[in-house]
């Protein structure tokens, strides 16, 4: 296996070439990612947890089997359970050591994937979730904040106490997005609605978010959502009578009753036209988000929940799918501090990169 | 008329030859479970070999494999010369990490100064993590092997607390990490950083100290007879506590050099059973600080086969079922290789 002659890059060669670093991307050098032909293409995927999770690997999972009707000749190989550690590191690197000239990482790897990135600069990597964009390494995220503000227009609808409670993962931005898109869209029907958010540090515990899930209905929440892998937590709201709105697919098997709709998730079409892109030559580093209706909406909703509360949150879905944004200021953090001046419209940008929690929003950050 | 009788000094050579089989029963296993998953062998060894001996990556991953393993090879390996378990260096390994970071983190000197400092804080907290269970042991006769082993869930939920909580990464959203650490160990090759030389440097210091000092003598013999080592007038006590305080402290240095040299981040996973695994590569060992070499060297090779074996769709845990394996079958074969059958006339 060739791969680019270390000694060239010396602090020296660094040094020398630091000037030209100014100089825009593209005036530097060959076209790095050229035609290549399908058969000859071998993309390596890696996955946070088991394809069978039901959850959020599943449904990755189940794009890139879909990529063999349109590419047979391509070859792939994939890791599931890939750590969040230096063992990361090192299965990318073995991806690369094997040939791949497109690895993707279908979850936030930070420097473990873009250190590998950086060592190997011809091949071309992808990474879900991911906030750095190099000369090789390129991210893509759904935008799944407006799904979940639909999905919160029903929460507090649906909900008697207007309290609802959140299994959360990790306090990272696209937790917090998703935590406060969901009570925004509550606030948007009932201003009185809070939320309560209990972190199980973990995206498929089932066994923790069933205990989340049952301490927050005893601390009095009425609906559940959250960010899990599994239906742990639907599995409580339904013996304890109350709803639940779950992420990734549909779940409604594990609590018909208490199913009230999932933020769904479908990456068949990017995953296409990236592997497209790349056979072509035109596939280039950037972001992309996966906007709604393409890669990311609410599921069809349960089937208890009344036609009206549907057709309400649908009306304010109807209108995101026609270019408004819910996400305008004045909105305040949970210290009551003015944090998007009023008039002011978050980009999808600020909203991926969350830090703070709304008012109204408990324990996550 | 023949009976056996066990040896108390085993013949290196009964002991390699042992093993040898130890290890080739091992891999028939192995064979054996990938041909029942349906994986042609021919193209699993190939795979193997030429991504692990055949590329740069490949090799770059032992050395960043073996590094840790050493260092917390040689922290059990210490303690066992003094009869004692060490269960704990995982723990110690992360509490050197946690004090290394803390240094890298928030010390704002340049990195010639920051990196001594932080190996420093690493032995340090490393010592000091074993020092609650070496005093124990060696004043009140509690058993270390379990407080060495509690310890370690002690430092990973601390790891853990410090990672997603006050030193949590708020820059690049990484998760359960701490912010890049920017002291580095300066590389040699490659990813390969300084500390890989460091940590045969430290085993073969040690070798050369336990095998000629006074130190080391009395550490065995309070190991091994601690009447007799009383009687000789060596005060066992202290020695026992010694011996794990430096355990945890060359632990913890491995801890350090994980930290500022291959993870560059504080990081919920960084120990990745790297205490563990030390006391396999010290049982492979036996008496040798310098087999502890070799040692740390084949199990990086196995725990290389698993990354490949990953891509292969074969569980990263049957890694650690073909490491536990390993254990057991060489602890079956150095104790039949200590029997000998002994021709006795009438």
């Known amino acids: 296996m060739s791969l680019k002659p270390r000694s060239l890059l010396t602090r020296r060669s660094l040094l020398a070439a630091a000037p030209l670093a100014a100089l825009p991307l593209t005036a530097q050098a060959k076209p790095r990612f050229a035609p290549i032909a399908e058969e000859d293409l071998l993309v390596a995927f890696g996955h946070t947890s088991p394809i069978n999770d039901g959850g959020w690997s599943q449904m990755h999972d189940k794009a890139i089997r879909a990529l063999k009707a349109h590419f047979p000749k391509m070859r792939s190989l994939y890791v599931e359970s890939v750590p969040y550690s230096a063992d990361a590191t090192r299965l990318f690197r073995q991806f690369v050591a094997e040939g791949a000239q497109m690895v993707i990482s279908t979850s936030n790897y930070g420097d473990f994937i873009k250190d590998v990135a950086d060592q190997a600069p011809d091949v071309g990597f992808l990474e879900c979730d991911g906030n750095a964009v190099t000369s090789n390494l390129a991210w893509y995220y759904i935008t799944h904040w407006y799904a979940s503000y639909v999905i919160g227009i029903a929460a507090a609808r649906l909900s008697r106490t207007g309290r609802l409670g959140y299994v959360a993962s990790f306090p990272t931005s696209s937790v917090i997005a998703s935590a406060n898109a969901t009570l925004l869209g509550a606030r948007s029907v009932n201003p009185e609605a809070t939320m309560r958010v209990i972190s199980i540090n973990s995206w498929f515990d089932p066994q923790a978010a069933a205990s989340a899930g049952a301490a927050l209905i005893d601390s009095g929440c009425d609906f559940l959502c959250g960010i899990m892998d599994d239906p742990g937590y639907l599995r409580v709201a339904e013996e304890r009578n109350v709803w639940a709105a779950m992420w990734n697919t549909d779940m409604r098997q594990f609590g018909p009753k208490a199913y009230v709709s999932s933020v769904v998730l479908d990456f068949e079409a990017y995953y296409r036209e990236t592997i497209a892109a790349r056979i072509a030559g035109t596939w280039r580093p950037k972001g992309t988000f996966l906007t709604l209706g393409h890669g990311v909406d609410r599921d069809s909703w349960g089937a208890r929940v009344p036609l009206a509360i549907q057709r309400e949150a649908d009306a304010a879905r109807d209108r995101m799918l026609a270019g408004w944004s819910p996400f305008v200021g004045p909105i305040k953090d949970s210290n009551c501090q003015i944090r998007v001046p009023a008039g002011q419209t978050m980009t999808d940008m600020e909203i991926f990169h969350w830090s703070w929690q709304v008012e109204g929003v408990s324990g996550l950050v | ?346």
Not at chain 2, 10 to 38: K, Q, S, T
Not at chain 2, 107 to 121: E, G, I, K
Request: hydrophobic share 60%; with cysteine; net charge positive.
């Open chain 2, 1 to 346: 008329m023949s009976r056996r009788i066990r040896l108390s000094v085993v013949p290196a050579r009964r002991i390699f030859i042992g093993r040898a089989l130890a290890l080739g029963f091992v891999f028939l296993v192995l064979a054996l479970v990938l041909m029942l998953l349906g994986l042609n062998l021919g193209t699993v060894a190939t795979l193997v070999v030429t991504s692990t001996f055949g590329t740069e990556f490949g090799l770059e991953n032992l050395a960043l494999y073996m590094t840790p393993l050493l260092m917390t090879g040689a922290a059990v390996w210490l303690a066992l010369r003094a009869g004692l378990w060490n269960i704990g260096a995982e723990g110690q390994f992360l509490a050197g990490a946690t004090a290394a970071s803390a240094v890298g983190l928030f010390l704002p000197f340049p990195a010639f100064v920051t990196l001594p400092l932080a190996a420093m804080a690493g032995m340090i907290a490393g010592a000091c993590w074993s020092a609650v269970p070496a005093a124990g042991r060696a004043w009140l006769g509690v058993s270390e092997i379990i407080t060495t082993l509690l310890l370690n869930f002690i430092a990973s939920y601390l790891v853990y607390y410090l990672v997603t909580g006050p030193w949590a990464d708020r820059v690049t959203g990484a998760q359960v990490s701490s912010e890049r650490i920017h002291a580095a160990i300066p590389t040699i090759y490659g990813v390969v950083h300084w500390g890989g030389p460091l940590a045969l440097a430290v085993v073969t210091a040690l070798g050369l100290l336990l095998g000629r000092s006074r130190f080391g003598y009395e550490l065995t013999l309070s190991g091994s007879n601690p009447e007799a080592a009383h009687y000789a007038g060596v005060s066992v006590a202290p020695r026992l506590f010694m011996a794990l305080v430096f355990s945890g402290a060359l632990a913890g240095l491995g801890g350090m050099m994980e930290a500022l040299g291959t993870v560059h981040r504080l990081q919920g996973g960084l120990a990745h059973g790297y205490g563990y695994l030390g006391i396999v590569v010290a049982l492979l060992a036996r008496q040798s600080a310098l087999a502890l070499i070799p040692a740390a060297f084949l199990m990086a090779v196995i725990l290389n086969m698993g990354i490949v074996l990953q891509t292969l769709q074969v569980s990263a845990s049957s890694v650690l079922a073909i490491t536990g394996l390993l254990v057991f079958a060489i602890a079956v074969s150095d104790e039949l290789a200590a029997y000998v059958r002994l021709e006795t006339q009438k």
